[in-house]
């Protein structure tokens, strides 16, 4: 059912930041929601999937709003309590969350095969949703390239700091796993897989060696190299700060390992 442009006239200047206490309590009565409670706010980089746009509140009774930010296109339709629009190409829901608070919103998200898509952290009022989006944005953008993955902002706070500030990044990369990155790609990512199989299995070589189904004398050597090649200890822990935050850097960057 078509709607028109007034929700995303409503949810706009709101999801921009910045909007005046007038606007914030002319909004909340426009769209029907209280100017305080716990919020979230939603940017998914794919088109949302026609169930997200429900009418009425969800099972745990969190309640969705899909509309505009400050700038993107205005077209709005949609059920009722619901606004489709973009924002340079991404979609953008206000969330007031019910009792299972943001980890069911996410979880919904996953089980319609959005993504990918970045969930902000809880807000307490209307005023607050555009610091909202903007982590929310920064969490999508710590999605791996090609995936659909859904994700927390709170979950990826390492991950949002490196995409926050990318000249250091690719500064830490290079510091880091310059080395690495000479090896002919084929070798490169064996040793980026077993990095990163030895970090899932909480740093045990049998496990790592039983996931990727080889001996864990190799597992070993395979971590010795990559050591000697970015002259850091997978024992000292600043160091393997580093190696962890690098291998983010990896994998966020769209080349692979």
């Not at 989006?133 to 490196?162: K, M, Y």
């Amino acid at each position: 059912m078509r709607r028109g442009t007034r929700y995303g006239a409503l949810l706009g200047p709101l999801l921009a930041g910045g909007a005046t206490p007038a606007l914030v309590t002319r909004a909340a009565r426009g769209l029907g929601l209280p100017e305080r409670g716990r919020y979230a706010v939603v940017v998914l980089g794919t088109p949302v999937p026609d169930a997200a746009v429900v009418k009425g509140p969800d099972a745990d009774g969190s309640r969705w709003w899909w509309g505009a930010a400050e700038g993107s296109p205005g077209e709005v339709g949609g059920s009722p309590g619901a606004a489709e629009a973009r924002e340079g190409g991404r979609e953008v829901a206000v969330v007031l969350l019910g009792p299972a608070g943001p980890g069911r919103a996410a979880a919904r998200l996953r089980e319609l095969g959005a993504g990918p898509g970045g969930v902000s952290p809880v807000v307490g009022s209307l005023a607050q949703l555009g610091a909202a989006r903007r982590l929310a944005g920064t969490a999508l953008l710590t999605c791996e390239p090609g995936s659909r993955e859904i994700v927390r902002l709170d979950e990826r706070l390492p991950a949002a700091l490196l995409v926050s500030r990318p000249e250091l990044s690719t500064r830490l990369l290079a510091e880091v796993f310059g080395p690495l990155l000479t090896l002919v790609p084929a070798e490169r990512s064996l040793l980026v897989e077993t990095l990163e199989a030895w970090l899932e299995c909480g740093g045990s070589v049998g496990r790592a060696a039983a996931r990727l189904g080889c001996h864990r004398n190799t597992v070993f050597n395979r971590l010795r190299r990559l050591e000697r090649l970015t002259a850091r200890s997978l024992s000292r822990p600043r160091e393997l700060v580093d190696l962890v935050l690098a291998l983010d850097v990896l994998r966020l960057s769209s080349a692979p390992p």
